[in-house]
Structures are given as C-alpha cells and as structure tokens.
C-alpha cells in the first residue's frame, strides 16, 4: 500500500502581508501550480434584490468589529440586524 508522501511548500510562511506582497511581486502562481490543489467552491444564489447603505469609516471599522467579535462577516451582521428589526412585534422607527 502506498503511502502519500507530504513534499513541504516551496512557498514561505509570512509574517504579514506586506512580506506575502513582496514575495509575490517577484514570483508567478504559475510557479507553484503544482503545490496547489482543486477546492469545491458554492456561491448563494442570488434570489434577492440588493441594498448599498453608505457608512462612514469610523461607523463602518465599528461595525466591522463587532461583526468580527460575532465571527461573522458585516453584510451577514446587517442582515440579521434588520431582520431581527423587521420580526420584533415592537417597531422602533
């Protein structure tokens, strides 16, 4: 029986972004094409009409942090703010 044999990343570990930044403005993907493999990707269907609400930063870094806190992205935080907003028996206008 064979065995699959773990062959370590040509590609380094980084620090911060800024080192990945450097280090890809000087290599190609095509490089390493061979250290990386298929993913199943599934994207939501796009039933839904859109909605863009203009935040200002300091509102937005807030809300990108409390969305963060919750473990979950801004957009999916807003949704669930309205819709909690939209089913309590209570309106708040």
Known sequence: MKTKTHK?????QFINREE??????SH???????EFKP???RFA????????VRL?????LQLREKAKDKGVGPT?????????????PQRHV
Do not use: C, Y
Not at 8 to 12: A, D, E, G, L, Y
Not at 45 to 52: F, P, Q
């Open 8 to 12: 370590k990343s040509s590609i380094p």
């Open 28 to 34: 190609r993907v095509s490089e390493f094409l061979d």
């Open 39 to 41: 993913i199943h990707a």
């Open 76 to 88: 999916t935080l807003v949704r669930m703010w309205i819709l909690e907003q939209l089913q309590s």
């Open 20 to 25: 990945e930044a450097k280090f890809w403005e």
């Open 56 to 60: 200002n930063s300091k509102t937005l």
């Open 45 to 52: 269907k796009n039933l839904s009409e859109g909605l863009h």
